[in-house]
């Protein structure tokens, strides 16, 4: 069991383990592989990491989104760190967002970040979006966790 600011994750939800992060599925994705990399200690904002942590949290959102791309035939990246409450933070415990991105996904790019903001009906924490199963996050975890054997 793992804690993420308030929230308790599963070792199901978990697809990546490296010595200071996590890589888990969202609860509530904006995209299909929209998942999150959080560092294993609670910590509320980035500047709260050791540089340690954090060169570890962008090393590993970069093995992670390597992964993503592959594996949800995208063609690019939106990673995101929301780093506190006016910037769209909404649990406190620093946390990158990868999300597999395509052609066409938005009609302005920029748009996602309204979306992450909470400024769209399709963002990250929309009470209107209900949240996935624990068995749905689970077999997303388990399809990525085989591309990371060699980390966990």
């Known amino acids: 069991m793992y804690q993420f600011g308030p929230h308790k994750i599963t070792d199901s939800q978990v697809f990546f383990k490296s010595k200071y992060c996590l890589g888990l599925v969202n609860l509530k994705p904006i995209t299909p592989g929209h998942v ?10 980035l500047r709260d990491l050791s540089d340690e942590e954090a060169a570890d949290m962008m090393l590993s ?7 993503v791309e592959n594996a949800y035939e995208c063609t690019s ?60 996050m689970k077999e997303e975890a388990d399809m990525l966790r085989p591309f990371f054997i060699s980390t966990n």
């Open 61 to 67: 959102a970069k093995t992670i989104g390597n992964v």
């Open 36 to 45: 999150l990399v959080i560092s294993r200690r609670v910590a509320p904002r």
């Open 77 to 136: 990246l939106t990673t995101v760190i929301q780093d506190g409450p006016q910037a769209g933070q909404t649990v406190p415990h620093v946390h990158m967002h990868v999300i597999p991105r395509k052609v066409g996904d938005w009609a302005n790019n920029d748009d996602i970040y309204d979306e992450l903001a909470g400024k769209s009906k399709n963002r990250v924490d929309n009470e209107e979006r209900l949240p996935r199963s624990e068995q749905e």
